[in-house]
T-cell receptor, first 116, second 114 residues
Framework: GESVGLHLPTLSVQEGDNSIINCAYSNSASDYFIWYKQESGKGPQFIIDIRSNMDKRQGQRVTVLLNKTVKHLSLQIAATQPGDSAVYFCAEPRSLMDTGRRALTFGSGTRLQVQP | DAGVIQSPRHEVTEMGQEVTLRCKPISGHDYLFWYRQTMMRGLELLIYFNNNVPIDDSGMPEDRFSAKMPNASFSTLKIQPSEPRDSAVYFC???FGQGNTEAFFGQGTRLTVV
């Protein structure tokens, strides 16, 4: 779920290593999740998504794992590169009012720093 | 398509002035979202529209904030009067379909109220 705070958790990895970024969510009824990447000075950019009927989905160098039992989501980046340095957000659709429709709400994010 | 286009990219204004942020969504998208990003509160949803109609404005912080979408290709977020605590990056995003699809974000407008 969402959290509010001044300090983003930071993950520092060496270039070429694998990165794992974690996200916890609170709504057991959530059925769709997205990972976004935000580089400095830019808007969030879609990386990969997963629906709740899946527990794993792979993209190019990225894998998302979903554990519905513990309400946990992770993003794995293989062979991390300097260009992967950014803030990563997990997002899920929520209905904020009784409208029957939903909008993406975002977690607080994790900063990934890739050391050359 | 050029993606979601926001203007201006940067805005510096004095406290008390009116500020208008603009957004052009991706053509064909039927949902438009306004978000605000700050260090303290992260990325917050302010309001969103479906087919130009406001659906949920529960995230709008105060009556000083208002948003309109007069047609499918244009939306504005207005702050009147602006205050220093409104300083943030404001993002517009659009999607085809609600919630359970990818939203595409603009580059954002960095607002500084002095």
């Amino acid at each position: 779920g969402e959290s509010v705070g001044l300090h983003l958790p930071t993950l520092s990895v060496q270039e070429g290593d694998n990165s794992i970024i974690n996200c916890a969510y609170s709504n057991s009824a959530s059925d769709y999740f997205i990972w976004y990447k935000q580089e400095s000075g830019k808007g969030p950019q879609f990386i990969i998504d997963i629906r709740s009927n899946m527990d794993k989905r792979q993209g190019q160098r990225v894998t998302v794992l979903l554990n519905k039992t513990v309400k946990h989501l992770s993003l794995q980046i293989a062979a991390t590169q300097p260009g992967d340095s950014a803030v990563y957000f997990c997002a899920e659709p929520r209905s904020l009012m009784d409208t029957g429709r939903r909008a993406l709400t975002f977690g607080s994010g994790t900063r990934l720093q890739v050391q050359p | 398509d050029a993606g979601v286009i926001q203007s201006p990219r940067h805005e510096v204004t004095e406290m008390g002035q009116e500020v208008t942020l603009r957004c052009k969504p991706i053509s064909g998208h039927d949902y438009l979202f306004w978000y605000r990003q700050t260090m303290m509160r992260g990325l917050e949803l302010l309001i969103y529209f479906n087919n130009n109609v406001p659906i949920d404005d529960s995230g709008m912080p105060e009556d000083r904030f208002s948003a309109k979408m007069p047609n499918a290709s244009f939306s504005t977020l207005k702050i009147q009067p602006s205050e220093p605590r409104d300083s943030a990056v404001y993002f517009c995003a659009s999607s085809f379909g609600q919630g359970n699809t990818e939203a595409f974000f603009g580059q954002g407008t960095r607002l500084t109220v002095v």
